[in-house]
């Protein structure tokens, strides 16, 4: 699978954007797909993941890191092959690069989960 992701850009505090993750190759809702952030200076950080789960309503189950809860929000367009990551209220330490990433476990928690990356694209968060 070949991902991309763009959206990215920059923003004022409390400012919102849609970053976007485009998938080719195998639908994306055989797979997890994750996004990552790497803040300057430091690692990659999973803010969240979405799986397929054949025990909800709707197929999926969606997973957020404590430091994603609340402001940022994982969507699939599964007709679009594309994935989504809204992100609210952003503040300066949101500032860094954003990748999304793949999986074939349905539950993705560490970067070590995932095989396919995207190239990442860039936010900044001005103060």
């Known amino acids: 699978v070949q991902l991309q992701a763009y959206g990215g850009g920059m923003v004022h505090t409390g400012g919102s954007l849609r970053l976007s993750c485009a998938a080719s190759?195998?639908?994306?809702?055989?797979?997890?797909i994750g996004w990552f952030r790497q803040g300057p200076g430091g690692g990659r950080e999973l803010l969240g993941y979405?799986?397929?789960?054949?025990?909800?309503?709707?197929?999926?189950?969606?997973t957020y890191a404590e430091s994603a809860k609340g402001r940022f929000t994982i969507s699939r367009d599964n007709a679009a092959n594309t994935v989504y990551l809204q992100m609210n209220s952003l503040k300066p330490e949101d500032t860094g690069v954003y990748y999304c990433?793949?999986?074939?476990?349905?539950?993705?928690?560490?970067?070590?989960?995932?095989?396919?990356w995207g190239q990442g694209t860039l936010v900044t968060v001005s103060s």
């Open positions: 990433a793949a999986s074939g476990l349905t539950r993705a928690s560490t970067r070590l989960n995932y095989g396919y």
């Open positions: 190759g195998p639908k994306i809702i055989t797979l997890t």
């Open positions: 979405t799986s397929r789960d054949d025990f909800t309503r709707d197929g999926l189950t969606t």
